[in-house]
C-alpha cells in the first residue's frame, strides 16, 4: 500500500499531475490529481470485467458510454479487497480506464464519477469520439447513508417514474431511496393475502371508500405496485447501488387502511355529523389482537419482496386521542401498568418489531415513535422534527438518520412566493449545504450514533400540479438534491457557499442533459436611476413580462421606465425555471375591508371574523354540502389586477369545496357565475369593473374533513 503510493507520487511527478480542486463533480471527491493527457474514447473502445458480481455494472455503464460489454476491453472494472465498502480509485490513462472499488457499491460510485468527467451528454446520448482528461480519483463517503424518501401516496408516481428518478439520485451517489408505501391516503403495495388493499386502497375518489384529496377531485385516481413491479425496482435500483427500503407507516397515518377495513378502528362510536357519516379516525386499536393478525401477513410479505436490512414502520403523528376514548386500549393500559398512552405506541411499535425480527428484519421509525418507552435496540430512528429530536434519538444510543423538516423536506418553499409546505422552514439549496453535524450541535458521543443524512418528498402538493411530468418533483428537489449529496458524502465540516454554488453552475449542464427541470436561482432584478435590470450568473436566458401590456420577450438590455412595478422577470435554462423576480412593488397586495358571511356556521375560535383581519384564514363549524357558499363583501368596490379567494390552504388542497364554482357581483345585488374552482380557488384576472363582491358555491357533498377553511384574499393592484 505505501509502496504504491509513494510510486503513484512518482508517477504524478513524472507525468506532470497536479492536485486540482476537481471538475466541479458533485459530489466533491476526497483527491483529484489531473496528469497531462487524454482519454479519447472511441467506439471500438469496451467496458470489461472479470468479476460475475460487476457484470451489471458493465453493462450499465457501457450503455451510458455507448461501447460494448467485451472480454478484453480498455475501461477495466475491479474489486479490490483492499479498499473499504463504497471506496474507490478512478484512474484515467491515455490508453486505459480502471475503477477499482472495495466492493460493488465502490466500483459504481467510481463509475459515477467517470461519467461526470465525460461530456453531460453522456447522460442522454454520449457522442464518440470523447475524451477525458487523465487523473487520478481516490474518493469514499463519510455516510454509509446517503437518502431521499418519496411519498407516493399523496400522489401516485409510477413504476417507471421512480425509475427515473433513481438515476438521478444515482448519478450523484444517493445509496438509499426510501419509499412511503402507505398513508392515509393509499396503499400501494401488492400484499397477496389481502388483494383489496392495493386493488381498492391504491385509488381514491370515484367509488373508491377512500376520498379524493390533493387534486384529481372527479376521478378516479391512483395505482399500485404489484410484488413484481417492486422487485422490479429493486433490482434496478441495486444496478445503482440504491438500496430500496419500505415504509409501512403504522399505527397511525393509516385512513386509507381503515377505510377499506373499519375494523381496525378503536371500539366506540364516534360523532360523525359534521362529515355526512365520513370516518375520518387513522390510528390502529392497539387493543384488537386481530390486527396483529392482520398487520402480521403484511409484514411477512413485505419482508419477503425486501431484501433489505431494515423495516420502516413510520409511528408518526399518531391520534392518541383515539386510543384515550377506546374502552379496550383503556384496559390494555390499565392491564399493562401504563399510565401515559403514549406507551401503548411503544408497546405496538414492539410487537411488530417482534414480527420483523422473526423474518430477520431490524425496525426503522419516525423519531415519535421512541418517546413512549424502549425501543428494540437495533432500531433505526428517523428524526425529522427537528435536530433536538435527532439528538435525543442518538443520545439514547439509537442509530439515527438526520433529516429535520427545515433543512431536509424538500417539499417546503424554496422562498417565500414558491410552491411547497412552509411548517418546518422556507429554504433554498444553501441551508442544506450548510448542514453539519458539528454546527447543528450534535455532541461527539451523538456523532457516533448518525449514520447518515435523508432528504423527503412529501407530495400533498404535487398531485394538483400535474404530476404525469415530473417536472415539480425536479423543481422542488433540484439542486437541493445536489447539496444532500454533498454533505452527506463529504468528510470535510468546511463549507463555501460561493464555491459549491459555481461547482453547481457547472454541473447544471449534466443535469440539462439528465433531462432535469431543476429550480434556477432567481435573477437579480435592481431598478436605479430610471433602469430597471435583471441579472443572473448561471448561463440561463432570462425573459421579462410586461404585465400591464402583456407583452414579453427576451431580455436583452436595462429597460427605461417610471414603473419597474410593472415588469417580472424569470429566467430560463433547458428544462430548468427560476421563480418569479420583480422589484417588490410587482408583488404589494391590497388589503380592503371586507365582510365574510357563509352558508355555514363558522368555528368557535377560528373564527370569520379573523380572517376579516387578513393573515389568518378562517373555519367552518362542519364539512360543506351542495349549495353551500361563501361570500367576501368589500366595504367599497375593488379596483385590482388580479384577486384570488381560496378555500382550504394554497399549498396543501385540503379542507376545501372540491368542486364549485365562483360568482362576481360589481354593484353587490346581482351575481355573476365567472368559472369553476381550481383544487378550491378562484382566481379572477383583469376585472373589466371594480369588484363589489364574490361568492364562491360548493356544488360536492363534503370534503374528506370536519370543516372548510377560508383563506383572507389576496388582491394585486393595478400597476
Ligand atoms: C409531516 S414527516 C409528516 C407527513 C407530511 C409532511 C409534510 C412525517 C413523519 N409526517 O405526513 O406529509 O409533514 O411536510
Known amino acids: 500500500m505505501r509502496l504504491r503510493s509513494i510510486l503513484l507520487v512518482g508517477v504524478a511527478m513524472m507525468c506532470a499531475c497536479v492536485v ?13 490529481i489531473a496528469c497531462e493527457g487524454e482519454f479519447r474514447l472511441l467506439p471500438s473502445h469496451s467496458v470489461t470485467t472479470s468479476s460475475s458480481t460487476l457484470m451489471p455494472l458493465a453493462s450499465y455503464l457501457a450503455e451510458h458510454l455507448n461501447v460494448e460489454v467485451e472480454t478484453k476491453g480498455d475501461i477495466v472494472l475491479k474489486l479490490d479487497t483492499a479498499l473499504k465498502s463504497e471506496e474507490y480509485r478512478l484512474r484515467v490513462m491515455a490508453d486505459r480506464v480502471e475503477i477499482l472499488g472495495g466492493d460493488y457499491g465502490g466500483v459504481f460510485n467510481g463509475v459515477a464519477t467517470f461519467m461526470q468527467l465525460l461530456p453531460a451528454d453522456v447522460y442522454k446520448n454520449l457522442k464518440l469520439p470523447a475524451t477525458v482528461a487523465c487523473c487520478e480519483v481516490e474518493d469514499a463517503p463519510k455516510y454509509k447513508y446517503r437518502g431521499f424518501m418519496l411519498d407516493v401516496c399523496r400522489t401516485w408516481i409510477t413504476k417507471e417514474a421512480i425509475m427515473e428518478y433513481v438515476d438521478l439520485l444515482a448519478y450523484h451517489k444517493i445509496n438509499k431511496l426510501r419509499l412511503h408505501l402507505t398513508d392515509d391516503e393509499a396503499w400501494r403495495l401488492e400484499i397477496k393475502s389481502h388483494p383489496e388493499l392495493a386493488t381498492i386502497g391504491g385509488f381514491r375518489g370515484g367509488d373508491s371508500p377512500i376520498w379524493p384529496r390533493y387534486g384529481k377531485w372527479t376521478e378516479k385516481w391512483g395505482g399500485y405496485y404489484t410484488q413484481a413491479d417492486m422487485r422490479e425496482i429493486i433490482a434496478y435500483a441495486k444496478v445503482r447501488n440504491i438500496e430500496v427500503i419500505p415504509e409501512i407507516d ?51 410479505e413485505v419482508c419477503q419482496v425486501f431484501d433489505t436490512k431494515y423495516i420502516h414502520i413510520g409511528g408518526d403523528e399518531v391520534e392518541i386521542s383515539q386510543w384515550k376514548r377506546c374502552p379496550d386500549c383503556l384496559a390494555l393500559m390499565a392491564k399493562l401498568g401504563y399510565t401515559k398512552p403514549e406507551q401503548l405506541q411503544a408497546y405496538f411499535m414492539r410487537r411488530i418489531s417482534d414480527m420483523l425480527a422473526e423474518y430477520g428484519k431490524q425496525p426503522a421509525v419516525w423519531n415519535e415513535a421512541i418517546d413512549g418507552g424502549k425501543l428494540p435496540a437495533n432500531t433505526l430512528v428517523f428524526g425529522w422534527m427537528g435536530v433536538k429530536e435527532c439528538k435525543l434519538s442518538a443520545a439514547k444510543g439509537y442509530k439515527t438518520i438526520v433529516m429535520p423538516g427545515q433543512y431536509f423536506y424538500f417539499d417546503m418553499k424554496q422562498s417565500k412566493r414558491e410552491p411547497g409546505h412552509d411548517w418546518a422552514a422556507i429554504f433554498d439549496w444553501s441551508k442544506t449545504y450548510g448542514v453539519t453535524l458539528t454546527s447543528l450541535g450534535f455532541s461527539a458521543e451523538e456523532q457516533k450514533n448518525v449514520v447518515g443524512f435523508e432528504a423527503s418528498f412529501f407530495s400533498e402538493a404535487y398531485a394538483s400540479r400535474t404530476p404525469e411530468n415530473a417536472d415539480f418533483l425536479h423543481y422542488q428537489t433540484f439542486p437541493r438534491v445536489l447539496s444532500l449529496a454533498e454533505i452527506a458524502w463529504v468528510s470535510s465540516n468546511s463549507r463555501d457557499k460561493e464555491v459549491f454554488y459555481k461547482q453547481m453552475i457547472e454541473h447544471y449542464a449534466r443535469l440539462d442533459a439528465m433531462g432535469v427541470a431543476y429550480r434556477l436561482m432567481p435573477p437579480k432584478v435592481t431598478f436605479e436611476n430610471g433602469m430597471l435590470s435583471a441579472q443572473s450568473d448561471d448561463g440561463s436566458t432570462i425573459y421579462v413580462q410586461n404585465v400591464v401590456t402583456n407583452v414579453g420577450e427576451v431580455y436583452t438590455k436595462p429597460i427605461t421606465t417610471t414603473k419597474p412595478e410593472r415588469y417580472v422577470f424569470v429566467a430560463r435554462r433547458g428544462s430548468a425555471l427560476s421563480p418569479e423576480a420583480a422589484v417588490e412593488g410587482y408583488f404589494r397586495t391590497l388589503k380592503p375591508q371586507y365582510t365574510l358571511t357563509s352558508s355555514m356556521p363558522q368555528h368557535s375560535t377560528m373564527t370569520f371574523a379573523k380572517a376579516q383581519e387578513y393573515g389568518r384564514l378562517a373555519r367552518t363549524a362542519r364539512t360543506c354540502d351542495v349549495g353551500d357558499w361563501i361570500q367576501f363583501t368589500f366595504a367599497q368596490a375593488v379596483d385590482c389586477r388580479r384577486m384570488q379567494i381560496a378555500t382550504g390552504n394554497f399549498q396543501l388542497p385540503r379542507f376545501i369545496f372540491e368542486q364549485g364554482y365562483a360568482e362576481v357581483s360589481y354593484d353587490g345585488k346581482t351575481f355573476m ?34 370543516y372548510v377553511s377560508i383563506q383572507p384574499p389576496t388582491i394585486w393592484p393595478r400597476l
Request: charged share 20%.
Open 20 to 32: 486540482e480542486a476537481n471538475h466541479a463533480i458533485i459530489p466533491t471527491p476526497k483527491s483529484y
Open 250 to 300: 403504522l399505527p397511525g397515518h393509516s385512513l386509507a387502511m381503515a377505510s377499506m377495513h373499519p375494523e381496525i378502528l378503536c371500539n366506540y362510536t364516534p360523532n360523525l355529523d359534521d362529515t355526512f357519516g365520513y370516518d375520518t379516525r387513522s390510528a390502529f386499536c392497539v387493543a384488537k389482537e386481530d390486527n396483529y393478525t392482520l398487520l402480521r401477513d403484511i409484514i411477512r
Open 673 to 706: 357565475p365567472v368559472g369553476d374552482l381550481q383544487n378550491g380557488m378562484y382566481i379572477i384576472d383583469n376585472p373589466p369593473h371594480p369588484i363589489k363582491a364574490v361568492r364562491l358555491v360548493c356544488s360536492s357533498q363534503g370534503n374528506g374533513a370536519k
